[in-house]
């Protein structure tokens, strides 16, 4: 998925042969830490000072990076080092069709979200349409002027077969077997890279978000397309056969339950839904208004289907502690704003339905990055290849 992830990787090479490591290394600490000082790159990189300065030099020429004056520390012992930061020059376009929506957003390095654009759907987008939607929006686009776009990340609520690039199924969307990556790239002139959306968010909170010091984390997110999973595991990413990983919100939590579009009953995803929250109130709320909503509780059957889905969601967190122990479970969109309002009751239901000792220490938090968390996870999917070989991926733009 993204080098960043791959920590034990993080360390810099003095042979000189594998400048193209260095750089990335060096520009993959700036990304996520910046602005951080020469210094702290020599102590992290395990390189010398002047190969440092070197690395950073370069970078500075690509447009990468820049510098700027250390900051000021009383009874400083030698030389100030100066603090590298990412630069404001260059972006990545993150891309999420939905079920009702399309959205582009423009990013750039250190996880920073310049704009975002969004149309509403009255039904689900086809791929074709959806390409429609997301050109028009492109050139509406205010902050890509002046800027680098360096390739498009694409945030797909689906099964996408990362080593193919083809979509192999979005239920909610209703594609199956698309190559989409290719059509939006032919379309907009970029390259672009497609994977799950989940997949994205936890990436996304892990590196900037709620996930940030931790190495083992479950990111999961309720959306009007249902649930979506992302679990990272000894600092990496867990994908599976055919990237077809933690599929989480189909995950069983009620034998008795509702069908779900994958063709089986009682999943999470079914049992703890904000269409169903929608369906009581008589109105599709925004996601980043239901923490109002809830806390409001001014009907009872609003207070008593919060009460069902939160001890659903609970059985559906112990079932993931159980797998995956992690140290940190990250709830995202409708699920964040649940917890919120019953988050004494979920944590009742995780410790009832856990093996008491695999739940000991576990934090269950909200994500932090809330609706800039997808733009962010869609763009570090496309700046994967900067990170990788910064000089070379510049140069394939230029060609």
């Given amino acids: 998925m993204t080098e960043t992830l791959l920590r034990d990787e993080r360390q810099g090479n003095r042979n000189e042969s594998t400048r193209q490591h260095n750089l990335s290394v060096v520009l993959s600490y700036v990304h996520e830490k910046g602005p951080i000082t020469r210094a702290e790159l020599t102590r992290q990189t395990n ?23 250390p900051p000021s520390v009383k009874r400083s012992v030698g030389r100030p080092s100066p603090l590298v930061h990412p630069s404001n020059d260059v972006v990545a376009l993150g891309v999420n069709p939905d079920i009702d929506a399309v959205q582009v957003s423009v990013v ?86 497609a994977a799950n959306d989940a997949n994205l968010g936890v990436i996304a909170e892990y590196m900037f978000g709620a996930g940030r010091g931790c190495d083992n984390v479950v990111y999961l997110n309720g959306s009007s397309s249902g649930i979506g999973g992302g679990v990272v595991v000894d600092s990496r990413l867990v994908r599976g ?3 077809f ?36 109130l008589g109105d599709d709320v925004a996601l980043d208004e239901l923490d109002d909503v809830y806390a409001s509780q001014d009907r009872d059957e609003l207070a008593h289907e919060l009460d069902r889905q939160a001890k659903a969601l609970g059985v559906g967190i112990a079932n993931i502690i159980t797998v995956f122990s992690p140290e940190r479970v990250i709830l995202g969109g409708h699920l964040g704003s649940l ?10 239901e995780v410790r009832s339905s856990s093996m008491p000792v695999l739940a000991e220490g576990v934090e269950i938090v909200r994500n932090e990055l809330r609706n800039r968390m997808m733009a962010i996870g869609a763009a570090e999917l496309a700046f994967s290849e900067l990170l990788r070989d910064p000089a070379g991926a510049l140069q394939s733009l230029a060609s």
């Avoid at 791929?127 to 800027?147: A, C, F, N, Q, Y």
């Avoid at 099964?159 to 059509?183: C, F, H, K, S």
């Avoid at 917890?339 to 009742?348: C, G, I, L, N, T």
């Fill in 47 to 69: 390189l010398n000072r002047s190969t440092i300065g070197a690395l950073v030099a370069e970078l500075a020429q690509l447009g990468l990076v820049y510098e700027s004056a």
């Fill in 108 to 193: 750039g390095l250190g996880g920073v979200v310049h704009e975002v654009a969004r149309r509403a759907t009255h039904e689900p987008p086809t791929p074709e349409s959806s390409i429609e939607i997301l050109i028009d929006l492109v050139h509406g686009l205010e902050t890509t002027r002046g800027r680098r776009i360096v390739g498009i990340g694409l945030a797909i609520p689906g099964l996408v077969n990362e080593y193919t690039q083809r979509i192999r199924i979005a239920p909610n969307l209703g594609w199956v077997d698309v190559d989409y990556a290719a059509m939006v790239s032919r379309a907009l002139g970029y390259p672009a890279r």
């Fill in 241 to 243: 056969s055919r990237s």
């Fill in 245 to 280: 990983a933690a599929e989480l919100g189909h995950t069983l939590v009620n034998s008795n339950g509702i069908a779900c579009q994958c063709g089986r009953s009682g999943c999470l995803e079914t049992e703890v839904s904000v269409r169903r929250i929608w369906k009581l």
């Fill in 339 to 348: 917890y919120q309002a019953r988050s004494a009751m979920v944590a009742a």
